[in-house]
C-alpha cells in the first residue's frame, strides 16, 4: 500500500458515488427498468400519462453500452491517434450520451405507439424536453465509469488489471446497472409512482398500473420525477455504487493479492456480514417507527 | 396470431426472413472478406456490416415471435442469450474451420440454439412451441452478428488477426453488447398490444447500424482510417430507416402530438 494507491482509491470511489447517483436519475427521468412496468401499464388500465417510457433494455445492458462505447471511442483516440486521457474520455462520453438520446426516443416513440388502442399519444415536447435531461445523467455516468476503468487499466499507473481497458468498462457498466436498478428504482417505483397509497403498504395486484399522473399543478412529467429522486433515491445509489467500489478495491489495496490474497477474502467476508447485521438493525427500526404493518388476522373465510 | 405482448400478425414470413437473414450474413461476410483479399485493402469490411443488420433483422424477428408468449423473463435476456450461444460457436468455428469457420460457427449455433430450446421445452417443460426454432434462430443471429462485426473489425477471416484485433484490445466488449442490444431492442422498444412486425423490423435495421456505426469506431483503430466508410455507411443506413420508423410512429399511434394535455378519458 502506498499513498498513490490510497489516492487512487479515493479517486475512484468518488467517481463511483457520483456515477451511482446519475445513473439512477437518468433512469428515473425515463422511466427505465421496474418502475416501467407501471408505466407501461398506466395507459392500459386507463390512465394515459405524459411520462416518459424509456424501455431500451434492463439498466445494465444499456449502461454497458454507454460504458463500452465511450471506453471503445476512448480508447481508439488514446492508442490510435495519440489523444490525451481526459479529452478521450470525455470525447467518448459524449458519444455515449449521443447513442442513450438515439435509443432512447425510439424507445419512447415505440412503447406509446404500440398502445394506440388505449388513447396513449406520442408527445414530441415530452421527448425534445426529457430526452437531453437523460443524455445529460448518461455523460456523467458514462465519464465516471469509464474514468474508474482507465484508472484500472492505465499502464501507468499501480493498478494495472489485466483485463483490457473497454473490457472492464463494459463490466462496471453491468454492476452499475445493477446496482442503480435495485437500490435507486424502490424510491421512484414505490414512494414516487405510487404515492397516493399508504406508506410502507405494498403494492396489490389489482392496483398495478395506478400511477400519479397528475402534479401539484398540472400533469406530471418525469422531470418532476426526477426532482423528487434526487432528493434520495439518486444520492443513496450514488452511496451504494461508491462503497462497492470503494471497500471492493480497498480490501486488496491494503493485502497485496499475490501475497495477502486469503486476508482480503477474510476482510470481503467481515464486511458482508457487518452490512447484513446493519441492514437488518435498520429494517427492525423503520417497522417500529414507520409502520403500519397490522397484524396478521388470519384467513378471512369467503 | 393474437398474443399477449406482441401485436399484429406477422406480414414477412419466419421462414423468408431467415433466409434473407442467413444468406445476407454470409454473403456480406464473406464478400468482405474476398474483396478486401483480392484488393489488398480493407475497404470493403463494411460489407460485413450490412450482412450483419440483414441477421439483426432475423433475431429481432425471433425475439418478437418468442417474447410473444409471456416466457417469464425479460425481453433483453433473450437478446444476451443469442450473443453468449453466437460468441461460443463462434470463436469455436473460427479457431477450427479457417475460412470455412464462419459457417461452421454459424451451424453450430443454431445446434446450439435448438438443443437449449429442446431443453427448455422438455427438461423444464416450459411447452412453447416456437421455443426450438427461435432459439435455434437467435442463435445464428448471434453467430453472424459476432462474426460479421469481427471481421468488420479485422478486415479478414482469421482467427489469430479476429483474436488480436478483437479480443486482445477488449473491443469484443462494445461487440458483444451493441449486438445483444441491436438483437433485443427493437422489439423491447415497441413492445405493447398494438405492436406491428414493420415497425419492429424496421427500428432492427436502424438499431443494426448503430452497432455497425459503434464498431466501426472500434476499427478505426485497427484497419485505419478505412474504417470510416462503415461509420459513413451506417450513419446513411441509421438516417433512411430512424425517419422510416418515424413514419410508421404516424401512421399507428393514437397520435403524435407537438405538445397537448392527456385524451379523453385521460383526467
Not at chain 1, 424536453?129 to 499507473?157: G, K, N, R
Not at chain 2, 450474413?25 to 464478400?31: E, F, K, N, T, W
Not at chain 2, 435495421?205 to 484497419?223: D, H, K, P, Q
Amino acid at each position: 500500500m502506498d499513498m498513490v494507491s490510497m489516492g487512487l482509491l479515493a479517486a475512484m470511489g468518488a467517481l463511483a458515488t457520483v456515477a451511482g447517483a446519475s445513473e439512477d436519475l437518468e433512469s428515473d427521468v425515463g422511466s427505465q427498468s421496474n418502475p416501467n412496468s407501471q408505466v407501461q401499464l398506466a395507459a392500459q388500465v386507463g390512465h394515459p400519462h405524459r411520462i416518459y417510457n424509456k424501455a431500451i433494455s434492463g439498466e445494465p445492458p444499456s449502461n454497458a453500452l454507454y460504458a463500452a462505447l465511450a471506453a471503445v471511442t476512448a480508447s481508439v483516440l488514446m492508442s490510435g491517434y495519440g489523444m490525451n486521457a481526459f479529452f478521450a474520455i470525455a470525447i467518448g462520453a459524449v458519444v455515449a450520451a449521443i447513442f442513450n438520446g438515439i435509443f432512447s426516443v425510439t424507445a419512447y416513440m415505440g412503447r406509446n405507439t404500440s398502445q394506440a388502442r388505449f388513447n396513449q399519444y406520442v408527445y414530441l415536447d415530452v421527448l425534445r424536453t426529457h430526452t437531453t435531461a437523460i443524455m445529460a445523467h448518461a455523460y456523467i455516468t458514462a465519464f465516471c465509469v469509464v474514468s474508474i476503468s482507465y484508472i484500472m487499466t492505465a499502464p501507468w499507473l499501480p493498478i494495472q488489471h489485466p483485463f483490457p481497458f473497454p473490457l472492464v468498462a463494459l463490466i462496471w457498466g453491468l454492476a452499475i446497472g445493477a446496482i442503480g436498478s435495485s437500490t435507486g428504482d424502490v424510491h421512484y417505483g414505490g414512494e414516487r409512482e405510487f404515492q397516493n397509497y399508504i406508506f410502507g403498504a405494498g403494492l396489490n395486484a389489482a392496483n398495478s398500473g395506478d400511477i400519479v399522473t397528475k402534479a401539484e399543478a398540472g400533469l406530471r412529467s418525469s422531470i418532476d420525477n426526477v426532482w423528487f429522486c434526487a432528493r434520495f433515491g439518486g444520492p443513496v445509489t450514488g452511496m451504494a455504487f461508491g462503497l462497492t467500489v470503494f471497500l471492493d478495491n480497498w480490501r486488496t489495496t491494503i493485502f497485496d493479492p499475490a501475497t495477502q490474497g486469503w486476508y482480503a477474502v477474510l476482510t470481503g467476508i467481515v464486511i458482508v456480514i457487518l452490512f447484513i447485521v446493519y441492514n437488518r438493525i435498520l429494517e427492525i427500526r423503520a417497522r417500529k417507527r414507520y409502520g403500519p404493518y397490522p397484524e396478521y388476522k388470519g384467513d378471512i373465510e369467503a | 396470431m393474437s398474443v399477449a405482448a406482441g401485436g399484429g400478425a406477422a406480414k414477412i414470413d419466419k421462414t423468408k426472413l431467415m433466409m434473407y437473414g442467413l444468406g445476407g450474413g454470409v454473403l456480406g461476410i464473406y464478400l468482405a472478406h474476398v474483396l478486401n483479399e483480392v484488393t489488398g485493402t480493407t475497404y470493403f469490411s463494411f460489407l460485413a456490416g450490412l450482412g450483419v443488420i440483414a441477421a439483426v433483422v432475423m433475431g429481432a424477428d425471433a425475439t418478437r415471435r418468442v417474447c410473444s408468449y409471456g416466457i417469464g423473463t425479460g425481453v433483453p435476456s433473450i437478446g444476451l442469450m443469442a450473443m453468449g450461444m453466437g460468441l461460443v460457436a463462434a470463436m469455436f468455428g473460427l479457431s477450427i474451420g479457417g475460412v470455412a469457420g464462419p459457417i461452421i460457427g454459424i451451424a453450430v449455433s443454431m445446434g446450439f440454439g435448438y438443443f437449449v430450446g429442446l431443453l427448455t421445452n422438455r427438461i423444464i417443460k416450459m411447452n412453447i412451441p416456437v421455443m426450438e426454432e427461435t432459439l435455434m434462430t437467435l442463435g445464428g443471429a448471434g453467430a453472424i452478428v459476432l462474426i460479421g462485426l469481427g471481421v468488420m473489425v479485422s478486415g479478414v477471416i482469421d482467427y489469430r488477426t479476429i483474436i488480436g484485433n478483437v479480443i486482445d484490445t477488449g473491443y469484443i466488449a462494445i461487440i458483444f453488447i451493441a449486438g445483444s442490444l441491436a438483437i433485443l431492442h427493437p422489439f423491447n422498444a415497441n413492445l405493447g398490444p398494438d405492436e406491428t412486425q414493420d415497425r419492429t423490423l424496421i427500428h432492427a435495421v436502424s438499431a443494426g447500424a448503430l452497432a455497425m456505426f459503434a464498431t466501426g469506431l472500434a476499427s478505426l483503430e485497427t484497419i485505419g482510417s478505412e474504417g470510416i466508410i462503415s461509420m459513413i455507411v451506417a450513419a446513411i443506413v441509421w438516417l433512411v430507416f430512424f425517419r422510416r420508423f418515424f413514419e410508421l410512429v404516424k401512421r399507428d399511434s393514437a397520435g403524435v402530438k407537438g405538445t397537448g394535455l392527456l385524451p379523453e378519458g385521460g383526467l
